[in-house]
């Protein structure tokens, strides 16, 4: 008699069974023997308080591989921590009033419970979480051992600063010009900030990022153009005119197009140039226009999206290559004091925010650049700036050379005349990591006004964070706190205060992955390193890669870790969103999808019934309330429904749209697939025969393993699901064939529950247990597909008559042409249409089609 398989009780049964045999957890070196090793990771969580489909997704699909390297034979790391340092614990301390600590070890039990729901396979063993003291307390370590090679250094530098929070934010931060969260018009500061020396290894990360063939190619082309080499010329512009103090040597600037110099209509400073802050001593104007533009932000995106101000010197310089001609210094807030020497030349006609400033400000456009086919006499410039190719023009020596000529010459020229020289800049910045903060890591160093500033010795690490802090005002708690900044100076003994900045949270992220590795033992995270399947959003392809690349090749250089790339993820994969309808009340709220129904072409509103609006289909987030619960899922489908549908809808790096009847559809197919094996007779044993039903049934199977194997190794997640659909209907079919086939239904099914377990594992178990199999499926070995049954010996090809299909002949591989085509024009539904006709020829195509052309 047929049963129904119930998700509730096998899931929870299998977990359980899978922790008391510790199944998961990775072997030592030691222990895994001669088996090659598998350390894969997804990009652990932020514990805000609950999961939604969007973790399901990118962990399920980290689950895939790591239970298929097992399945294969390898010694598989699969960890899971908690990334749990940051803003939002803060603001819960002052919305809440409760200790972010508090906050956070409450939320990380949550997650934890509903990531135990989801059957993944991972080693909880070595399970952290950032704000534990243990943890942050080797990090203060890698910092000093970073400080003690000079990869950290401290400087006065440019930040937002929000003046009702009291704090630093970042770029990503400021919205419109404003704090996200108290909404304050953000300000620029100077403030001494620490700095990760990340530009040291500026040239080498470029380079070793284009070397990672199993990135995703996007993912590499946005490492390289946040480093950004550019390849061009330094120089100095001599002043026309008396030089202002120190500057008697003229002003330095970094140009990546030389070629443009005779085009040149003037000199732009940043307003945070030190030639810039010098004249405004001088001028209250000055100074005003600088205050004016330290409200735009720091990113570049600000400045870029900000009008163009500028302010006139009154200072000239001579041009390089004619003495007669002078040109304007001027003061304009796009430029960057952190990109060159935070001053440029500018030739409007080839530079878009150099022409949009310039006729702004009524100044000389003179075009050098030719376009092709162009004409001399007429060419001229407006307000778009001309940057494509051509040939160089109104330019003395450089007339008529190309582009790269051009700038070839032009530097030779510039260094023959001692005024500069061909030098190669970077667009990347050293990584500033100070935030005047409280829930993040305590930075390890004190402040004495005799000795400078003093590392916190080793044996004096962890330096804790005080519980015992309030969040009653805004600011940093730590500058607030009565006696945790007070301390004796390690060198000298007397009263010094220790550093109350907080680490970047970027930096908790930026080494777990070795932390994972091993704790302390050097050889163990060597053998484990580097990660191989590396899964998380794309979202993260910057920053996070390259601060985390940063510090692989750090901690390697201070002698921590074994990796002489110094690329820590071999392999990268970024998985698309999952996304959903989104909806709003008659009064313009948030709705989650569990608070409205469809009731005929309208959405209504449960509790009140009003009339909702349903909105665009949008990623998952929180605050637009479009989140799906697994709780809820699983509770009504089971884990692996959850799990299936999220790796079957789509390719797994495009976004997938959930949906109620695509997670039925799913809980549907789970039972189907139950079915083959509760289809079978109980304690059945028998050896697959060789009559043609059960050859068929082999070679479908033997396909299906194949193919899976296949789309798994090139995280084709949809593909393997596709053929498992496909297998489970010929497992099907055959059930009417009765005993004839029933052995090779059974190594089908058998073959079936191992491919099926990185998808659907409880399920799997279930499975693998109805057919009396000893252990676990999830420790059994991956099935080997027969090539022998995998490879045809027969195609079928169409066979068409003028064009159109007719009928589909099955013939050998190696038919010859003239048999192929004998056999094709002597089928009945062909003759019908030849008859009375005259065959004027046969086109055979090998292996796909044969067209036969009447008239």
């Known amino acids: 008699m047929a049963t129904r398989y119930d998700p509730q009780t096998a899931e929870q049964k299998w977990r359980a069974a899978w922790d008391d045999a510790a199944l998961f957890e990775a072997k030592s070196p030691a222990e895994a023997g001669d088996a090659p090793k598998a350390y894969v990771l997804e990009m652990f969580p932020y514990p805000s308080g609950r999961l939604h489909m969007g973790h399901v997704r990118n962990y399920a699909m ?91 250094y401290r400087k006065a530098s440019k ?66 153009n946040w480093i950004g080499r550019s390849e ?115 030739c409007p006609a080839h530079d878009q925010r150099d ?60 260094e023959s005349m001692g005024l500069g020289e061909g030098t190669v800049n970077y667009r990347l910045r ?62 000298c003994g007397a009263a010094a205060r220790r550093e109350t900045d907080t680490l970047d949270t970027f930096v908790d992220s930026s080494w777990y992955y070795s932390r994972f590795a091993s704790v302390k033992d050097l050889e163990e995270r060597a053998y484990w390193m580097p990660v191989d399947q590396y899964v998380g959003g ?29 690329e820590p993820f071999a392999g990268l994969f970024t998985q698309g969103m999952v996304t959903h309808e989104t909806y709003k009340s008659a009064a313009g709220k948030w709705l989650q999808p569990s608070e409205v129904e469809k009731d005929g072409d309208s959405w209504i509103e449960i509790e009140t019934g009003a009339i909702a609006t349903p909105g665009p289909i949008e990623k998952m987030s929180k605050s637009k309330k479009n989140t799906v619960d697994p709780d809820a899922i699983i509770a009504q489908f089971g884990a692996d429904v959850a799990r299936w549908f999220v790796l079957s809808d789509s390719p797994p790096e495009r976004d997938v749209e959930w949906t109620q009847a695509g997670v039925e559809g799913a809980a549907r197919f789970a039972q189907r697939l139950w079915s083959v094996f509760d289809g079978l007779p109980e304690n059945a044993s028998a050896e697959p025969g060789d009559d043609a039903d059960s050859l068929t049934l082999r070679k479908a199977s033997h396909k299906a393993v194949a193919a899976i194997d296949k789309a798994v190794e090139e995280f084709r997640f949809n593909s393997a699901v596709a053929s498992i659909h496909e297998w489970v209907s010929a497992l099907k079919k055959a059930e009417s064939a009765g005993d004839a086939v029933l052995g090779a239904r059974l190594e089908g099914a058998s073959m079936l529950a191992r491919c099926l377990t990185p998808f659907m594992p409880h399920l799997a178990e279930t499975c693998w247990e109805r057919l009396g199999k000893e252990g676990f499926v999830s420790a059994a070995d991956w099935p080997e597909a027969d090539n022998s049954l995998t490879t045809d010996d027969s ?52 292996g796909r089609i044969v067209n036969i052309v009447v008239a």
């Open 62 to 152: 980290g689950d895939v591989v790591a239970r298929y390297k097992r399945a294969k034979g390898y010694n598989v790391l699969h960890p899971m921590g908690w990334d749990a340092f940051g803003m939002p614990a803060e603001n819960a301390a002052m919305e809440r009033n409760v200790h972010p600590g508090e906050w956070t070890y409450q939320n990380i039990a949550a997650m934890k419970a509903q990531f135990m729901k989801l059957g993944l396979s991972l080693d909880w063993s070595r399970e952290f979480a950032t704000c534990d003291p243990e943890y942050y307390g080797d990090q203060q370590g890698l910092f000093l051992k970073f400080l003690e090679k000079g990869l950290v």
């Open 159 to 224: 930040v937002n600063w929000d003046p009702v929070d009291n704090t630093v934010l970042a770029n990503e931060q400021v919205i419109d010009g404003r704090g996200w969260r108290s909404g304050a018009l953000v300000e620029q500061r100077e403030l001494t900030q620490w700095f990760f020396k990340i530009t040291h290894y500026a040239e080498d990360l470029l380079e070793e990022v284009q070397q990672l063939e199993r990135w995703p190619e996007k993912v590499r082309t946005m490492q390289a």
């Open 232 to 346: 061009g010329l330094q120089m100095r512009f001599e002043f026309a005119g008396d030089a202002p103090a120190d500057y008697a040597d003229g002003i330095e600037i970094f140009t990546t197009r030389p070629d443009t110099l005779f085009g040149a209509s003037f000199v732009a400073l940043s307003p945070d140039h030190p030639l810039t802050i010098q004249l405004a001593e001088q001028s209250e104007e000055l100074k005003a226009f600088r205050a004016k533009c330290a409200q735009i932000g720091t990113s570049e995106e600000a400045i870029e999206k900000a009008d163009k101000l500028g302010f006139d010197t009154g200072l000239t310089v001579k041009h390089p290559f004619d003495d007669s001609i002078t040109l304007p210094v001027w003061v304009a807030n796009f430029v960057l004091m952190g990109y060159g020497t935070g001053a440029i030349f500018a």
């Open 355 to 414: 022409i949009d400033f310039a006729r702004k400000y009524d100044l000389k456009v003179k075009p050098v650049v030719l376009p092709p086919n162009a004409d001399s006499q007429t060419f001229d410039v407006d307000t778009e700036a001309y940057t494509g190719p051509g040939t160089i023009f109104n330019s003395g020596f450089l007339n008529g050379l190309s582009i790269e000529d051009a700038k070839r010459t032009a530097i030779e020229k510039i």
């Open 430 to 491: 050293d990584w500033g990591v100070s935030r005047q903060r409280y829930w993040g890591c305590p930075i390890p160093v004190i402040h004495c006004d005799s000795c400078g500033i003093v590392p916190v010795p080793e044996s004096d690490l962890p330096v804790r964070l005080p519980d015992d802090v309030s969040f009653d005002k805004p600011g940093n708690p730590l500058e607030r706190h009565p006696s945790w900044k007070h301390v004796d100076c390690p060198k």
């Open 538 to 566: 794309v979202e993260h392809a910057v920053l996070h890669l390259l601060y985390a690349r940063f510090f692989a090749r750090a901690m390697r250089d201070v002698g921590l870790l074994d990796l002489p790339s110094g």
């Open 795 to 846: 195609v079928t090809m169409a066979v068409q008559v003028n064009g159109k299909r007719r009928t589909e002949i099955t013939v050998p591989k190696d038919m010859g042409k003239d048999d192929v085509e004998a056999l094709a024009l002597s089928q009945k539904e062909v003759t019908s249409f030849i008859e009375g006709k005259s065959v004027k020829k046969t086109i055979v195509v090998p």
